[in-house]
């Protein structure tokens, strides 16, 4: 038998190139972007090293950064300057989110808009959806929010919707006031397998939206379960989810690899602010090589069958690696 020497194929990087299995693409990362109302709520986040709050002008300026480097989709999260127990700057015409949305397509036509759509940033009480009397989410009350917070967006000039909350039947509920209103077109991101994880600490400094009493185990995933994921993720597609969604990443590989080979859908991942922060910990302290292991972590995404790959690193990235 003649010597296998799988070697032979590492020995330049051209090599390496040409039999590379999985490719990060540029255009296939999403950056998110957090928006603030009050300009004295823009700047820094201490819990996310090079990651900033911006106004409207300074999301427009970011974006045009973004869209110069070819990293063409950005997800908005908005910060509102006051906020009461049902969310009523979510469904404000002229909310946040919706005048970044109208701010960013007028300069950037072609930068494709995704918009966040929970209440949890908007709420006193910091929880994803309207709380009853006894201090539980109302899932319904909720979904009735959720359906026409999205037309507001939609009229705003939205590409995509991605609903985070983790209510029952709030995909059907958008999908059904969406074409309701003539935005049929619009599409829906669905935060389908979306964990109740510990990787979400530094959003909430970003986001401001920690919640007040009690968690969100309620209406988010338990950890430990699989099964439940793809129960999830075959409701939100009948439901009418265009792109289903696993979230954190990391800990969560095996969730994207087994969405990846149930469901003929684009699968998408978020790389949470919990993982970006211990990285970028770890980079600062010198531990690992920053630059190879942040291509390293991306790449673990797409091998394990994610299409789109949400990242605060999406702009790092594309510095170092813009596609000609």
């Not at 185990?217 to 265009?242: C, F, K, S, V």
């Given at each position: ?86 969310a009523s700057g ?113 959003f909430r400094e ?119």
């Amino acid at each position: 038998m003649m010597p296998i020497r799988p070697r032979r194929l590492r020995r330049t990087p051209a090599l390496r190139s040409l039999v590379r299995e999985h490719h990060v693409r540029v255009d296939r990362l999403v950056q998110p972007l957090f928006i603030v109302e009050r300009s004295s709520d823009a700047g820094p986040l201490q819990s996310m090293p090079g990651i900033s709050r911006f106004t409207v002008d300074g999301a427009v300026a970011e974006a045009r950064e973004l869209a110069a480097l070819g990293v063409n989709s950005v997800l908005l999260f908005g910060i509102p300057e006051r906020k009461d127990a049902a969310a009523s700057g979510n469904v404000d015409p002229n909310g946040i989110v919706q005048r970044a949305v109208r701010a960013i397509k007028a300069a950037l036509p072609d930068m494709l808009v995704i918009a966040d759509l929970c209440n949890c940033e908007y709420t006193d009480h910091g929880h994803c959806g309207i709380v009853d009397a006894a201090g539980n989410v109302d899932n319904d009350a909720t979904v009735e929010l959720l359906a026409r917070a999205a037309v507001t967006y939609a009229r705003a000039g939205v590409d995509i919707i991605a609903p985070s909350d983790m209510m029952d039947g709030r995909v059907e509920a958008i999908r059904h006031a969406l074409d309701a209103h003539g935005f049929t077109d619009i599409t829906i991101m669905a935060y389908s397998a979306k964990y109740a994880s510990a990787f979400y600490g530094p959003f909430r400094e970003a986001a401001d939206s920690t919640p007040q009493f009690g968690d969100r185990r309620t209406y988010q995933m338990d950890p430990p379960n699989a099964r439940e994921a793809m129960r999830e993720i075959a409701l939100d597609i009948d439901e009418g989810a265009d792109i289903v969604m696993v979230k954190p990443g990391l800990p969560y590989l095996d969730i994207v690899r087994e969405a990846r080979d149930t469901f003929d859908v684009p699968i998408a991942v978020y790389n949470v602010s919990g993982e970006y922060a211990m990285l970028q910990g770890a980079i600062a302290n010198g531990w690992i090589e920053g630059d190879r292991a942040i291509d390293e972590l991306l790449a673990c995404f797409v091998r394990a069958g994610a299409d789109i790959v949400i990242t605060y690193f999406a702009k790092e990235y594309a510095r170092r690696h813009r596609q000609a």
